[in-house]
C-alpha cells in the first residue's frame, strides 16, 4: 500500500484542486474523482471534476449534483490538478496537452502505466482507486481532520470499488476489498441499489450493441482467444462507441477463452480502442504496454492506429499468440 500519511498531506494542500479522471470514463474513475472532491472540501478546500469525455450517463448516479467542467481553464496557474485512475498521459486524451507538465498528484492502482505527475501515489494491489480514496478517508477521520464520511462520497467509493471488480467477482478482490466494501455499507451504502443501476440496468442501446457484439465475435489459437471488432461503420444507426463498452464481457464469456479482445472504432477515424482481459495467468497488460497502453494483469486497453478494427484486433491477438 502507499504512504497513506504523505499522501493526505499532499491532498491537504491542494486548496483549489481540479479532479482528473482518464478518458472513457468509468465507475471507479468517476466514484474516485467525486470521493476525492468530497474530502477536499471536507478539509477546507475546493474542487472541481473534469474528464476527457462527459460521464455516460449509466454512471451519472454517481455524480449526483455535481457538474463536471466542460473545458479546463485557460490558465491552470493557481490551480491544483489531481489525476486520479489515469495510468499514463495517453489516457487524458485530449486534455493531454494542457494537462500534462501541470499534474501535481496521481492518486492510482494501475501497475503497468507512464509516470507524469510531480508526486505519484500508485497503490498496485488495491482493487479500485476507491479503495485508495476510503484509505484516506479512513486516516483523514482517525486524525480528526474531518468529522464524517458523507453519504455522497461512501457511495462514489462504494461504486469505484464495485465497478473495477465486476461486483467484487475479479481475481483483484481480496479479503480487503470485502472489509472496505462492508465498513461501507455500515456507513449506509444502499449496495444492492447501486449494484443494480452499475451492473442491472442497460440503456436499450447498449443490449443492441451487445446483440451486434455477439455477431462479430471470432475465436483464434483453438479458441483460447476471443475477438471482437467493432468498425465506425457499426455507428451509422446511432450507436455510440460508449453503447459497446459491455462488449468485452462477451467475448470474455465464451467458453474456452483464455484472452479476450474487444477493439471499437473511436469517433477519430484511423484509431481504434482495445479492451483485452484474461481469465488466465497471461499479463494482458504487458501485450497493451507493446501497443502503448496500460493496465492490470488481468485487465487492460490501448489505442491504435491503424486502417480498420479487424486489422487492429488481427494485430493484437498475433501478440497475444505470442504468450499464450
Ligand atoms: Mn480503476
Not at 455524480?63 to 491552470?76: S, V
Not at 485487465?299 to 487492429?312: D, F, P, R, V, W
Request: hydrophobic residues 45%; contains cysteine.
Amino acid at each position: 500500500m502507499i504512504d497513506i500519511v504523505s499522501l493526505l498531506s499532499a491532498v491537504e494542500k491542494c486548496k483549489n484542486a481540479i479532479i482528473v479522471g482518464h478518458s472513457h470514463p468509468d465507475g471507479d474513475c468517476v466514484g474516485s474523482a467525486v470521493a476525492l472532491a468530497c474530502l477536499i472540501e471536507g478539509l477546507g478546500g475546493k474542487a472541481d471534476i473534469i474528464f476527457p469525455e462527459k460521464t455516460p450517463r449509466r454512471l451519472e448516479f454517481l455524480l449526483k449534483n455535481r457538474k463536471e467542467l466542460e473545458a479546463l481553464p485557460e490558465n491552470l496557474d493557481g490551480y491544483d490538478m489531481i489525476c486520479v485512475d489515469v495510468a499514463s498521459p495517453t489516457q487524458m486524451a485530449s486534455l493531454k496537452d494542457a494537462l500534462v507538465e501541470n499534474v501535481k498528484l496521481r492518486i492510482d492502482h494501475h501497475d503497468v502505466g507512464v509516470p507524469y505527475a510531480k508526486q505519484e501515489f500508485v497503490a498496485p494491489k488495491a482493487a479500485a482507486t476507491g479503495y485508495i480514496m476510503f484509505e484516506l478517508f479512513k486516516y483523514a477521520l482517525g486524525e480528526g481532520k474531518i468529522k464524517e464520511i458523507p453519504m455522497e462520497a461512501a457511495n462514489a467509493m462504494f461504486g469505484a470499488i464495485s465497478s473495477d471488480t465486476g461486483c467484487f467477482k475479479y481475481a483483484n478482490v481480496t479479503p480487503a476489498t470485502h472489509v472496505t466494501a462492508a465498513r461501507l455499507i455500515e456507513i449506509g451504502v444502499n449496495a444492492a441499489e447501486i449494484n443494480r443501476l452499475l451492473f442491472d440496468t442497460k440503456d436499450e442501446a447498449v443490449l443492441k450493441a451487445e446483440g451486434i457484439a455477439a455477431n462479430r465475435l471470432e475465436t483464434f489459437a483453438d479458441g483460447k482467444i476471443s475477438g471482437i471488432a467493432i468498425e465506425l461503420w457499426e455507428y451509422e444507426n446511432g450507436l455510440t462507441i460508449s453503447d459497446f463498452e459491455t462488449a468485452i464481457d462477451i467475448a470474455r464469456s465464451i467458453r474456452g477463452a483464455k484472452c479476450a479482445v474487444c477493439v471499437k472504432a473511436s469517433p477519430t477515424v484511423g484509431v481504434f480502442r482495445a479492451s483485452l482481459r484474461a481469465n488466465c495467468d497471461i499479463d494482458v497488460s504487458k501485450v497493451a504496454a507493446h501497443f502503448g497502453g496500460g493496465g492490470h494483469v488481468r485487465a487492460a486497453g490501448c489505442s491504435i492506429e491503424c486502417g480498420s478494427a479487424k486489422e487492429a484486433l488481427d494485430m493484437i491477438v498475433k501478440e497475444i499468440e505470442k504468450v499464450i
